[in-house]
C-alpha cells in the first residue's frame, strides 16, 4: 500500500528480519505495556504454526524500515481468529499515523484471507480509533493471566458468525 506521506506498507521478507528485530526492540525500549522480548517473540513466531506471512508487515521509506505489525492465528472456542501483537514504529517517526497504517492494512489484508475477528491486548485509547472494544462484547474471554481490561478485538467482516471461547495464543507467547 502506497501512502501520501512516503511511506509504502508492504509483506515482510527475510531481507527485512535484522531491521525489524532492532526496531521491535527500540519501539518497545519505553513503551506502556511491555515485557522486553517482543523483537524474541517475533523470531519465534515465524517459526511456528500460527505464522502467517502474508500479516507480518513492514512500513518502509527509502531503504528505511519505520514500522512493524504482526497478527498470528489464535483460536477461540473452535474458530479461528487473529491476535495483533506486536505493533512497533521506530521511536524517531511515532506519531505520525504509521502505527495507523499498519493496523488498517493488516485488517484489509485480514478480511481478504478470510478472518472474521482480530484481537489486541494493549491501550484501549489508541486501539478504540480502529474499532477495537471489550473482547467479551464479541464473546472473547481471556485466560486469567491477562488483564481484561485492556484486552480488546474487532469485528472484522460482516459475515463473520459468533465467536465463544476463551483466546488461545499460539504457544511462543507463553501464555
Ligand atoms: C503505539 C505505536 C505503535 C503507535 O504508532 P504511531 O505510528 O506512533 O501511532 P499513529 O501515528 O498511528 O497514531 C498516533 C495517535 O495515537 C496516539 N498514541 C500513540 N501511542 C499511544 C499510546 N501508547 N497510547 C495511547 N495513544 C497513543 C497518539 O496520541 C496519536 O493520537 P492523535 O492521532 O489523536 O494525535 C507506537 O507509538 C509504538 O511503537 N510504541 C511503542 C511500542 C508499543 O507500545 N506498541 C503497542 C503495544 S500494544
Known sequence: MDVSSGFVIRQETPEDYEAVYEL???AFLTAEHRDGNEQDLVVALRKGEAFIPQLSLVAQEGEEILGYVLFTRAWAGEKPLLA???????????RQGIGSALVREG???ARELGYGYAAVLGSTEYYARFGYAAAGRHGIQVPPEIPPENFMAIRLREDAGPIEGTIVYAREFGI
Open 107 to 109: 485488517h484489509r489484508i
Open 24 to 26: 521491535v526492540r527500540s
Open 84 to 94: 495483533l501483537a506486536p505493533l512497533a514504529v521506530s521511536p524517531k517517526r511515532q
